[in-house]
């Protein structure tokens, strides 16, 4: 069973920036694709950003320009760099990594952005 945790949420001021880490119990390189949703207060769980095992990206509009995610094999860790936070990225955010059509989550992560 592959586990999946995500750390460094928090709370932070507008134009702030948080570094997400979601670590995974087997290689992410084992993973077609790894990505960071977010479900903000009210709204339905949206894709922040993807990223595939070969090294594609995707991002949500939204955050185009403000938001990296990577990974590192050593650590089998999945990352997602936060610059620029606006109020409107307050969200828990939740880390995904599948393999053909079996999907694994973590528990989330709360990111509030507020003066």
């Known amino acids: 069973q592959v586990q999946l945790t995500e750390s460094g949420g928090g709370l932070v001021q507008p134009g702030g920036s948080l570094k997400l880490s979601c670590a995974a119990s087997?290689?992410?390189?084992?993973?077609?694709?790894m990505t960071w949703y977010r479900q903000g207060p009210g709204k339905e769980r949206e894709l922040v950003a993807s990223?595939?095992?070969?090294?594609?990206?995707q991002y949500a509009d939204s955050v185009k320009g403000r938001f990296t995610i990577s990974k590192d094999g050593a650590k089998n860790t999945l990352y997602l760099q936060m610059n620029s936070l606006k109020p409107e990225d307050t969200a828990v955010y939740y880390c995904?990594?599948?393999?053909?059509?079996?999907?694994?989550w973590g528990q989330g992560t709360q990111v509030t952005v507020s003066s």
């Open positions: 995904n990594a599948n393999i053909l059509s079996r999907h694994w």
């Open positions: 087997e290689n992410v390189f084992n993973f077609n694709r």
């Open positions: 990223l595939t095992v070969g090294d594609t990206t």
